[in-house]
């Protein structure tokens, strides 16, 4: 049975007795379902930014996801659960399925930035790709007053891209073209908010939901592509087998 964010011993976060704010990576995804990429990207750039804490949250109704197929969100979040079990500064949230209709990540920043207070330096993880479509997300602006953001490299995805949006106009292709190369490890740029878009260009992951979901379909090896729970998870559940185990969103 899944459990709530208050019976998961989320303690509090406090800078009471802290030099410095709090700083929390929310982590955010299907996770359809979550493998090796996911925590090799989420351990990355936790250590890189220094974070406290990196917060999982498997999307609940997600509106950019409409084609994929999901399994239910209890599975999702319990193969979360399995995932970062006993993994220092990764915990886990279901403030995204436990909301009913669509999930929206600014609904999302705003009810973490509640729990978590004003004090408490909040980092969206997300890859290029997605951090491009960031104008079509409800309230964009908002978003980018609320929290800075980690974008994260992505295959066949050029850091350049971030000149053509429309708050990353003072960046010129050339600022960002060593991101690219490999010139540059990261780049911080600065928002009129005081929060920052963060470009970090990580190694690739080999690995894909979709490609592990084609291989439990057709019954082929999973080896190094899931943490071990997770795999005997989704095996004893059956899951993405039969479309029965899915919902179409």
């Given at each position: 049975?899944?459990?709530?964010?208050?019976?998961?011993?989320?303690?509090?976060?406090?800078?009471?007795?802290?030099?410095?704010?709090i700083r929390l990576g929310l982590f955010g995804g299907s996770f359809n379902p979550i493998h090796n990429g996911h925590l090799a990207i989420a351990r990355k750039a936790h250590e890189i930014l220094a974070l406290d804490r990196t917060l999982f949250i498997p999307t609940g109704d997600p509106p950019h996801k409409q084609d994929e197929a999901l399994a239910p969100a209890h599975h999702r979040y319990e193969m979360?659960?399995?995932?970062?079990?006993?993994?220092?500064?990764?915990?886990?949230?279901?403030?995204?399925?436990?909301?009913?209709?669509?999930?929206?990540?600014?609904?999302?920043?705003?009810?973490?930035?509640?729990?978590?207070?004003?004090?408490?330096?909040?980092?969206?993880?997300?890859?290029?790709?997605?951090?491009?479509?960031?104008?079509?997300?409800?309230?964009?602006?908002?978003?980018?007053?609320?929290?800075?953001?980690?974008?994260?490299?992505?295959?066949?995805?050029?850091?350049?891209?971030?000149?053509?949006?429309?708050?990353?106009?003072?960046?010129?292709?050339?600022?960002?073209?060593?991101?690219?190369?490999?010139?540059?490890?990261?780049?911080?740029?600065?928002?009129?908010?005081?929060?920052?878009?963060?470009?970090?260009?990580?190694?690739?992951?080999?690995?894909?939901?979709?490609?592990?979901?084609?291989?439990?379909?057709?019954?082929?090896?999973?080896?190094?592509?899931?943490?071990?729970?997770?795999?005997?998870?989704?095996?004893?559940?059956?899951?993405?087998?039969?479309?029965?185990?899915?919902?179409?969103?």
């Open positions: 049975m899944r459990s709530s964010d208050s019976e998961f011993s989320l303690p509090a976060l406090s800078t009471q007795h802290s030099t410095r704010p979360a659960r399995l995932a970062i079990a006993g993994m220092p500064g990764f915990e886990l949230s279901d403030v995204e399925i436990s909301r009913q209709g669509k999930s929206y990540s600014i609904d999302t920043v705003r009810e973490l930035r509640r729990r978590y207070g004003s004090e408490t330096l909040l980092y969206f993880l997300i890859g290029l790709d997605a951090f491009l479509d960031l104008p079509s997300w409800r309230e964009p602006d908002a978003l980018l007053a609320a929290c800075s953001f980690v974008v994260i490299s992505r295959p066949g995805q050029s850091f350049q891209s971030l000149a053509t949006l429309p708050f990353l106009q003072h960046v010129s292709p050339d600022q960002l073209a060593p991101l690219d190369t490999g010139a540059l490890d990261r780049l911080d740029l600065p928002l009129p908010s005081g929060h920052t878009i963060i470009c970090l260009p990580l190694p690739p992951s080999p690995i894909s939901a979709s490609d592990v979901r084609h291989r439990i379909q057709r019954g082929a090896m999973l080896a190094n592509l899931l943490p071990p729970q997770v795999e005997s998870y989704i095996l004893r559940q059956q899951l993405y087998r039969e479309n029965q185990h899915r919902t179409h969103i």
